[in-house]
């Protein structure tokens, strides 16, 4: 087996130094580093990551838990992740907490004891004994896609959280909606204690509010953010006695659901029935129609959460973050209007004016 030492004599360096190429623990000179790196090449070292996280108190790993990772955002979230995490060196151990809190604080606790460096989670609707362990752990985390109100004390953990808006763009697909004429507009909303279920049902309001229609409680129903759950909900709406002439469905999932309910009572959108979706997808623009949707950043919700990890563990002290990265409103024809030329259109807010930067709060 190749030695660090062999490396250090095909170079014509010490070992040390050889270290420090390798772990990046002190800035080498760039001929030397680059006949380090060659002689790694030619000999076909492999470092041992175990002996090198004894030195150094690292596993240059992070812990990924998030739920339902088949999602296709999610999916790009950890696309995000990975790519970012190994420009920088790091692997990663990937579990799914299933949006339970009992399985989430197990989930936690064994990432923990595999000795990652840092975790980045997408809480559950109720995250309490997650902040408590990873509070009293002292673990470094960044909360992935909804934020929680972190409780305050010296207990506390330092916890950044990145998120994409909702509030807005949900406003947005309101608004939409209603200067195309409709009067009742459903929400098939998603699962409640999520700060995404609640942002988004606030988009729904303001937008509502915006343009002069009431709220009805009957036009707001539940699709706990899964297929079968979107598919209940856009039942129950349909089934009212005045039922909505549009809806807006707040998750990828959830659209799903509401199509195959339209599909069982030989309903046609936007024949029968405007729809809106949060949640842009792969296949979103193969549909029939094609549908018009809020596209989240999440590739880069999945990178930005990297980088707002590795600056916490190079500074532990740091005050807390939240950065929240802006949507973009991709108009299509599921809302009924008709097709345009070309490619489907981007309007990136509200205005139509793109969001230049993300928005980052620091907490104290």
Same mark, same amino acid.
């Given at each position: 087996?190749?030695?660090?030492?062999?490396?250090?004599r095909?170079?014509?360096?010490?070992?040390?130094?050889?270290?420090?190429?390798?772990? %990046?623990?002190?800035p080498?000179?760039?001929?030397?580093?680059?006949?380090?790196?060659?002689?790694?090449?030619?000999?076909?070292?492999?470092?041992?990551?175990?002996?090198?996280?004894?030195?150094?108190?690292?596993?240059?790993?992070?812990?990924?838990?998030?739920?339902?990772?088949?999602?296709?955002?999610?999916?790009?979230?950890l696309?995000?992740?990975?790519?970012?995490a190994?420009?920088?060196?790091?692997?990663?151990?990937?579990?799914?907490?299933?949006?339970?809190?009992?399985?989430?604080?197990?989930?936690?606790?064994?990432?923990?004891?595999?000795?990652?460096?840092?975790?980045?989670?997408?809480?559950?609707?109720d $995250?309490?004994?997650? @902040?408590?362990?990873?509070?009293r752990?002292?673990?470094?985390?960044?909360l992935? %896609?909804?934020?929680?109100?972190?409780?305050?004390?010296?207990?506390?953990?330092?916890?950044?959280?990145?998120?994409?808006?909702?509030?807005? $763009?949900?406003?947005?697909?309101?608004?939409?909606?209603?200067?195309?004429?409709?009067?009742?507009i459903?929400l098939?909303?998603?699962?409640?204690?999520?700060?995404?279920?609640?942002?988004?049902?606030?988009?729904?309001r303001?937008?509502?509010?915006?343009?002069?229609?009431?709220?009805?409680?009957?036009?707001?129903?539940?699709?706990?953010?899964?297929?079968?759950?979107?598919?209940?909900?856009?039942?129950?709406?349909?089934?009212?006695?005045?039922?909505?002439?549009?809806?807006?469905?707040?998750?990828?999932?959830?659209?799903?659901?509401?199509?195959?309910?339209?599909?069982?009572?030989?309903?046609?959108?936007?024949?029968?029935?405007?729809?809106?979706?949060?949640?842009?997808?792969?296949?979103?623009?193969?549909?029939?129609?094609?549908?018009?949707?809020?596209?989240?950043?999440?590739?880069?919700l999945?990178?930005?959460?990297?980088?707002?990890?590795?600056?916490?563990?190079?500074?532990?002290?740091?005050?807390?973050?939240?950065?929240? @990265?802006?949507?973009?409103?991709?108009?299509?024809?599921?809302?009924?209007?008709?097709?345009?030329?070309?490619?489907?259109?981007?309007?990136p807010?509200?205005?139509?004016?793109?969001?230049?930067?993300?928005?980052?709060?620091?907490?104290?």
């Amino acid at each position: 087996m190749v030695t660090m030492a062999d490396v250090a004599r095909s170079a014509g360096v010490s070992v040390a130094t050889v270290s420090h190429v390798l772990n %990046d623990t002190r800035p080498v000179l760039p001929h030397t580093r680059q006949a380090v790196l060659d002689a790694v090449e030619e000999l076909g070292y492999t470092p041992n990551t175990l002996a090198r996280s004894l030195v150094t108190s690292r596993t240059r790993s992070i812990g990924l838990a998030v739920s339902a990772i088949s999602n296709p955002y999610f999916t790009e979230i950890l696309q995000g992740v990975e790519a970012r995490a190994l420009e920088h060196g790091y692997s990663l151990l990937i579990a799914d907490p299933h949006d339970d809190p009992g399985h989430e604080r197990k989930v936690v606790q064994l990432l923990h004891e595999r000795r990652v460096d840092g975790m980045i989670v997408a809480p559950s609707a109720d $995250p309490r004994a997650l @902040l408590a362990y990873l509070g009293r752990h002292r673990v470094p985390a960044v909360l992935l %896609d909804r934020v929680v109100d972190v409780p305050e004390g010296e207990a506390a953990p330092r916890l950044d959280q990145i998120c994409a808006e909702s509030t807005e $763009p949900t406003a947005r697909l309101v608004g939409h909606l209603a200067g195309l004429g409709h009067r009742r507009i459903g929400l098939v909303a998603g699962r409640p204690g999520l700060s995404t279920t609640r942002e988004r049902i606030t988009g729904y309001r303001h937008g509502l509010a915006a343009a002069g229609l009431p709220f009805d409680e009957r036009l707001l129903v539940h699709g706990d953010s899964e297929a079968a759950g979107g598919e209940r909900a856009a039942s129950d709406l349909l089934s009212l006695a005045v039922p909505p002439t549009a809806l807006v469905t707040a998750n990828n999932a959830m659209t799903i659901g509401a199509l195959r309910a339209l599909r069982d009572r030989g309903l046609s959108v936007p024949g029968d029935l405007a729809l809106c979706c949060f949640d842009d997808f792969a296949w979103a623009d193969l549909f029939s129609p094609r549908l018009t949707a809020v596209a989240q950043p999440s590739r880069d919700l999945g990178a930005q959460a990297v980088r707002l990890l590795l600056e916490r563990l190079a500074a532990p002290d740091r005050p807390a973050r939240t950065v929240r @990265l802006p949507c973009t409103f991709v108009h299509r024809t599921s809302c009924g209007c008709a097709e345009r030329s070309g490619r489907p259109g981007h309007s990136p807010g509200p205005s139509g004016k793109a969001h230049a930067k993300a928005h980052e709060r620091t907490l104290p």
